[in-house]
């Protein structure tokens, strides 16, 4: 995640290749990054998920199939470290301190919480989120 390599095949991420359409003037979508989520996304949006490379997305976007809002596609500007996904201890307690969603607790990096949680996961957040369209016909060689 710190290196933002694709998730798939481990390559370099930058450039959002796999577009359907031509980028509007002033988009330059070799320098940002990739990102396929299953969540609806904002500007600061937080994600476990690393990008993509142009190569993978179309076949992962496949992979999720073509029902609407499988997934959602967006090129983004910036990328922020925020924080981790872990297990969060309760300091008085010294007991596991269960997540509200029964899942791994979100704390950002900073937090008076954050020396209490056994990391599982890095977190970052996106910034200058552009939604896309990608192309599905195969591009793999
Ligand atoms: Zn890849």
Redesign the pocket.
Known sequence: MTDL???????P?LGGHALRDDPPPGEHPANRWLFLLSAEVREGHVTATPP??????P??ARARGSRKRSYTAVLVDGVRPWGVAGLLYDPTTLRPHPATDGGLSAVRYRSPRAPWVVAHQALISLHGITPVRLALRNTAA
């Open positions: 390599l694709c998730h798939f095949d481990a390559a991420t993509l490379c142009h190569r993978c997305a076949r992962v």
